[in-house]
């Protein structure tokens, strides 16, 4: 009887103890793959590319949310699919951007990612360095310009402008080609080019606040309208810069 009882008390207390180890792995194992977790070889601004689906490691077969480095051999990761360029970067969907933050991150995600840094790494890593890099230089380079991040946010509406838009009216049209008249006539008169330097900068600042306004009020047919006349507008910019550039104009 003594004997029973002394199995039933040691049998219990193994249960319990069993059952304290099986939770303390989990918890460690849950505290590896939250994806509040960044190993501190991340940088804070990556934690984007985590997801809710739950992958493995390439190179160690180790359960990770996918984080741009596997959270335990630290090798690189393939970058999931869909990812805009605003997950990208690591900023709000928003045509009102922090032009200073996207700087910074894309800075920081460069030291991080360019190829260079895997020069001696496997093909694999040095794979997924050029795709990302390359990725964030497109990211950068549109969300940085006011005319492409309307573009592209309108891409993500799936609305694409073509290259030939007829639906203008007249009189609008009439005003761009007064002032493509205006710059093949302006010569080598600095101060003329000036002005028309400033009089497009200040059309194309209401034209990015206008559009600002629309997306924020999600009126995508209204951001379309003015994107359309921001196109015209950017257009007239890059052959004045160039202008500039020609004449030797610095400002």
Not at 5 to 11: A, D, L, P, R, T
Not at 139 to 160: C, E, F, Q, V, W
């Amino acid at each position: 009887m003594y004997f029973r009882k002394s199995f039933f008390n040691f049998i219990k207390k193994y249960n319990v103890l069993y059952l304290n180890f099986k939770q303390q792995q989990q918890n460690l194992h849950l505290y590896y793959v939250d994806k509040n977790y960044i190993s501190p070889l991340i940088l804070t601004n990556v934690s984007q590319y985590s997801s809710d689906s739950l992958s493995k490691c390439w190179n160690c077969n180790f359960v990770y949310k996918s984080d741009l480095f596997c959270s335990k051999c630290k090798v690189l990761q393939e970058p999931p699919e869909n990812l805009t360029y605003f997950d990208i970067i690591g900023v709000p969907k928003s045509y009102d951007v922090n032009v200073t933050e996207i700087q910074k991150k894309y800075k920081e995600l460069q030291k991080l990612l360019h190829p260079d840094k895997f020069g001696t790494k496997s093909e694999k890593e040095k794979q997924f360095s050029e795709t990302l890099s390359s990725l964030v230089n497109n990211a950068y380079s549109t969300l940085i310009h006011p005319l492409k991040r309307g573009l592209y946010m309108l891409k993500l509406n799936d609305i694409t402008i073509s290259e030939e838009t007829d639906n203008m009216n007249a009189e609008f049209l009439m005003e761009i080609m007064e002032k493509n008249e205006e710059i093949e006539d302006v010569g080598d008169d600095v101060k003329k080019i000036k002005k028309l330097v400033q009089e497009n900068e200040i059309m194309l600042n209401n034209l990015t606040k206008e559009v600002a306004d629309a997306f924020r009020q999600k009126n995508i047919k209204k951001a379309e309208s003015l994107l359309i006349r921001m196109k015209y507008y950017d257009s007239i910019n890059t052959k004045l810069r160039k202008l500039k550039h020609d004449l030797g104009i610095i400002e």
